[in-house]
């Protein structure tokens, strides 16, 4: 590529070509176009000016057939490789029209925007939300494609500048039929593996890179305190330690030694900073409850101490782009937080890279849009995410600079720190992806891993009357209940095919109850309602697949965690022995129905691995998991005063946080009874 790069070049010296630039894209893509179109140091202008034709001085000599050397040929700097990446971003900025760089600070949802528009406003970023899918065509071609139209008309652009395409790819590249679903991080924080979620990361990248896709808003460093919050199962911890553990293993998985390495992908650490310290009832965004909410009542200390530091560790890591949270700090909405995003974040622990804002959150912010865009840049947001209004930002931020309401060097260090990322991903070398790594998603080798990381994060916990392992019982017969038994759309929870998740089917994979049959010659009788109307007789097994529907973000925000016991009553009175299974983001109320099974076992949101669940029960794999969470003994607990939490009594958790039982352990279970 680099020596097609420097006869081209050279070429174009020869020919006085004054082509609208482009850079090293590849030619076996669709969007490929033929190399003589790469830039000289003579073909652009630094002023935006209209591209003049380089005249050939007149001579009388013939011209004479030369061979193509490396030192005839003459790159713009800013696509040299060759130079170091601080030089081709002073160079680049130096070229770029007031316009081109508030087009790179602008980050937009695909479906708000066409490949003809990319190329008009020179637009910087673009990312699908969740369930951003190509319409139609859910498959990983169908996504290289859609992505490959975009980076090709950002190519198109004067300068050919390449876009960043970003997804939340927060368990697997999840939005994409036929890829792997790992368990959320709720489940992931049970494993306590750093080393598997690290793994974790390489595959994520891996099968998110085959798509064309370089960012991905991950790893979330979320410390939630309050388990009725909405994205608590999207933090792997209650404990800071173990946050710092689990998302900086993360981070180094799929961002690998080196961004510009073709198998490794952006992360994003998110959200700055303490979105999991929220206060019940505070917010104030539609009918959430939690989610996006204020933090009042912890001190600059505290904030420190419980929810800054995984980022330091992310910052030591390598991150280079950090989003910012919706929630307040003490009235202040973060994106409007210059001290803690200026001051501490960038200042202070040295964060070298971009800020990006959160889907739309500017606009939470106290006044109106003009003033919201100025307050939220000159607070450090680099990058703006303008899911659709994306003409009302640039005007406006436009506006802003020419009023001098925000300076020229803040939109120049905004970009400069954009571009560096870009330069560092090695985009400009090589933008467009040829489909080799399609071959990637879904192997059997990444589902394996997945299906390990669903035996460690099951967490026990009973197991009286030898319940467990199935390996041990003679059973002729089980019965198995609940829709969550059979269905990996809410087996695998939210942010999965859709934002707020779906019911139905995964490309490969398997459900809970797939995972058990193929244990077991024993008849397997599966009903949704627990009713078993059509079959004569009990069972020697009955296990209940209960839980929550998937949810994502502050449609989970939820004041009443109590489990809904039918089904478990139902099954007591068809099966000698019961067996529960929860499917759920976050530990439930399930204080008094703990007694009306002989077995619980916490499955979390496994993904789409389901088999593992099953390789667990039939004793292959001991119980591993232990709780990352405190669990409640009842929901006016919530939120727990972890400074201050009782180890017994009634004021205690049901379970402590690090409690799991394995298969050598005594699973008997005392519940107190409490008033």
């Known amino acids: 590529m680099r020596w097609i790069l420097l006869f081209t070049g050279y070429w174009v010296l020869l020919t006085g070509c004054a082509n609208v630039p482009t850079t090293g894209r590849t030619?076996?893509?669709?969007?490929?176009?033929?190399?003589?179109?790469?830039?000289?140091?003579?073909?652009?202008?630094?002023?935006?000016?209209?591209?003049?034709?380089?005249?050939?001085?007149?001579?009388?000599?013939?011209?004479?057939?030369?061979?193509?050397?490396?030192?005839?040929?003459?790159?713009?700097?800013y696509l040299d490789a060759n130079l170091p990446i601080e030089e081709r971003v002073e160079d680049l900025l130096a070229r770029m029209t007031l316009e081109e760089k508030i087009g790179q600070m602008t980050l937009i949802e695909k479906d708000s925007i066409s490949p003809e528009l990319v190329t008009e406003f020179g637009i910087g970023a673009i990312l699908s939300g969740g369930g951003g899918s190509p319409e139609g065509n859910n498959t990983p071609e169908g996504w290289l494609e859609m992505v490959s139209s975009y980076q090709a008309a950002a190519l198109e652009t004067r300068l050919g500048i390449p876009l960043l395409y970003g997804v939340d790819a927060v368990h697997g590249h999840s939005n994409v039929m036929g890829a792997v679903i790992f368990p959320h991080n709720v489940g992931l924080g049970a494993t306590r593996n750093a080393g598997l979620v690290e793994e974790i990361g390489r595959i994520t990248a891996l099968e998110t890179l085959a798509t064309g896709i370089h960012w991905n808003y991950s790893p979330v460093l979320a410390v939630p305190q309050d388990?009725?919050?909405?994205?608590?199962?999207?933090?792997?911890?209650?404990?800071?330690?173990?946050?710092?553990?689990?998302?900086?293993?993360?981070?180094?998985g799929m961002q690998g030694e080196n961004l510009s390495d073709p198998t490794t992908l952006l992360g994003t650490p998110k959200h700055w900073v303490a979105d999991g310290a929220a206060e019940w009832g505070t917010s104030t965004t539609g009918d959430y409850i939690i989610d996006r909410g204020d933090v009042t009542k912890i001190d600059e200390a505290e904030l420190r101490r419980a929810h800054i530091a995984p980022y330091i560790a992310a910052i030591e890591n390598g991150a280079m782009s950090v989003m910012i949270s919706y929630s307040s700090w003490q009235g202040t909405k973060m994106h409007a937080e210059a001290y803690l995003i200026n001051e501490v974040l960038k200042d202070e622990l040295g964060f070298d890279g971009f800020i990006v804002s959160?889907?739309?959150?500017?606009?939470?912010?106290?006044?109106?849009?003009?003033?919201?865009?100025?307050?939220?840049?000159?607070?450090?947001?680099?990058?703006?995410?303008?899911?659709?209004?994306?003409?009302?930002?640039?005007?406006?931020?436009?506006?802003?600079?020419?009023?001098?309401?925000?300076?020229?060097?803040?939109?120049?260090?905004?970009?400069?720190?954009?571009?560096?990322?870009?330069?560092?991903?090695?985009?400009?070398?090589?933008?467009?992806?040829?489909?080799?790594?399609?071959?990637?998603?879904g192997t059997p080798e990444h589902r394996e891993v997945a299906r390990q990381a669903v035996r460690e994060s099951l967490v026990l916990l009973k197991n009286e009357n030898g319940a467990l392992p199935l390996s041990s019982i003679e059973e002729n017969r089980i019965f198995i209940a609940g829709q969550h038994a059979d269905d990996m759309g809410l087996q695998s929870g939210g942010w999965t095919i859709e934002w707020q998740g779906f019911s139905g089917e995964l490309v490969g994979g398997t459900s809970i109850l797939e995972g058990i049959a193929a244990k077991t010659d024993a008849e397997i009788v599966?009903?949704?309602?627990?009713?078993?109307?059509?079959?004569?007789?009990?069972?020697?097994?009955?296990?209940?697949?209960?839980?929550?529907?998937?949810?994502?973000?502050?449609?989970?925000?939820?004041?009443?965690?109590?489990?809904?016991?039918?089904?478990?009553?139902?099954m007591r009175e068809r099966a000698d022995t019961v067996i529960v299974i929860l499917v759920t983001g976050r530990p439930l109320i399930i204080t008094e129905a703990l007694p009306l099974a002989d077995a619980w076992v916490v499955a979390w949101l496994p993904g789409s691995e389901g088999a593992g669940v099953a390789d667990v029960l039939f004793g292959e794999h001991d119980f591993m998991g232990r709780l990352a969470y405190s669990w409640p003994r009842s929901i006016r607990q919530l939120p727990f005063n972890f400074d201050n939490l009782q180890a017994e009594g009634c004021d205690a958790p049901l379970f402590p946080f690090g409690y799991g039982l394995s298969y050598g352990d005594d699973g008997a279970v005392d519940v107190i009874d409490c008033p």
């Open 27 to 77: 030619t076996d893509t669709p969007a490929a176009i033929a190399p003589t179109s790469i830039p000289t140091e003579r073909a652009v202008p630094t002023d935006g000016a209209e591209l003049a034709p380089i005249e050939p001085e007149p001579t009388d000599e013939p011209t004479p057939t030369l061979e193509p050397t490396i030192e005839a040929a003459v790159l713009l700097p």
């Open 227 to 252: 388990i009725r919050w909405g994205r608590a199962y999207e933090g792997y911890s209650e404990n800071t330690e173990l946050v710092t553990l689990l998302g900086n293993a993360l981070l180094v």
């Open 358 to 441: 959160d889907w739309q959150a500017i606009d939470e912010i106290e006044g109106d849009y003009y003033s919201d865009v100025v307050t939220a840049i000159n607070a450090g947001i680099d990058m703006n995410m303008v899911p659709t209004d994306y003409r009302g930002f640039i005007s406006n931020l436009r506006e802003a600079v020419l009023n001098g309401d925000v300076s020229s060097e803040r939109i120049d260090d905004a970009v400069r720190q954009i571009l560096k990322v870009k330069f560092m991903l090695g985009l400009f070398e090589e933008p467009m992806h040829d489909g080799a790594l399609l071959s990637q998603i």
């Open 526 to 570: 599966h009903d949704r309602f627990g009713n078993f109307e059509q079959v004569e007789g009990n069972a020697d097994i009955g296990i209940v697949v209960i839980g929550e529907r998937p949810y994502a973000e502050g449609q989970g925000d939820r004041a009443d965690l109590t489990i809904n016991t039918t089904l478990i009553e139902r």
